[in-house]
């Protein structure tokens, strides 16, 4: 049982590249969410997934798409990279709202962005 | 949007002394309240969940409070050891948004031996 992965683990970037953020869970969880973390500022809902096949805009959504594959996997899209995207990535999933532990949040281990 | 407030934003003590970790939401209509535990460079670690029904949840060394008449949640560590020194971030939920998590900045804790 391996939780939430993420891939890769780092990456570097000119402006203007585009690249892919992978992510997936193994907990059979409904809801999925990224946020990204800069100094200073906490975490921030990027976009999220509150079900398979349907996708929502957080608070910063501008320069990413996002793809919920399937069930397991959420995916995070850059097209055309910009220094202010330089942070760290961290993909989390939850189970549906029921039960005293319900819509707890487990994280990944992180993608570290930097945009030269 | 839920304002969440940690503080202090750095914390020093000695190895054994009891701590206490404050947070504050501005909304009192939270779904949950979540608190997490962050080492440098690694992902979040998920420490207590405490549902908007719950006053309080305990998970060994460490409890958790809620009182949302007063907007208010603290961490309290037993005992603290050198290897519970880390950043300490609490997150609430308003349930929309898919029950994403609005996060403090973070209290950074450091247990000296």
């Known amino acids: 049982n391996a939780g939430v992965t993420q891939t890769p683990k780092f990456q570097v970037l000119k402006t203007g590249q585009s690249m892919t953020l992978q992510c997936a869970q193994d907990?059979?969880?409904?809801?999925m969410y990224w946020y990204r973390q800069d100094p200073g500022m906490g975490l921030r809902l990027i976009y999220y997934?509150?079900?398979?096949?349907?996708?929502d805009k957080g608070e910063v959504p501008n320069g990413y798409n996002v793809s919920r594959l399937n069930k397991r996997e959420f995916s995070l899209r850059l097209e055309s990279a910009a220094p202010s995207q330089t942070s760290v990535y961290f993909c989390?999933?939850?189970?549906?709202?029921?039960?005293?532990?319900?819509?707890?949040?487990?994280f990944g281990p992180g993608t570290r962005l930097t945009v030269l | 949007k839920q304002e969440v407030t940690q503080i202090p934003a750095a914390l020093s003590v000695p190895e054994g002394e009891n701590l206490v970790l404050n947070c504050s939401f501005t909304d009192s209509a939270i779904y949950n309240l979540q608190w997490f535990r962050q080492d440098p460079g690694k992902g979040l670690t998920s420490l207590l969940l405490i549902q908007s029904s719950q006053r309080e949840q305990t998970s060994g060394r460490l409890n958790a409070s809620l009182d949302k008449s007063s907007g208010r949640s603290t961490l309290y560590i037993a005992a603290s050891q050198p290897g519970d020194s880390a950043t300490y971030l609490c997150a609430a939920s308003l349930g929309g948004s898919g029950y994403a998590l609005n996060f403090g900045k973070g209290t950074s804790l450091l247990v000296t031996p």
């Open positions: 989390a999933s939850s189970p549906p709202g029921q039960g005293q532990l319900s819509n707890e949040q487990f």
């Open positions: 907990m059979n969880h409904n809801s």
């Open positions: 997934s509150a079900s398979e096949g349907t996708t």
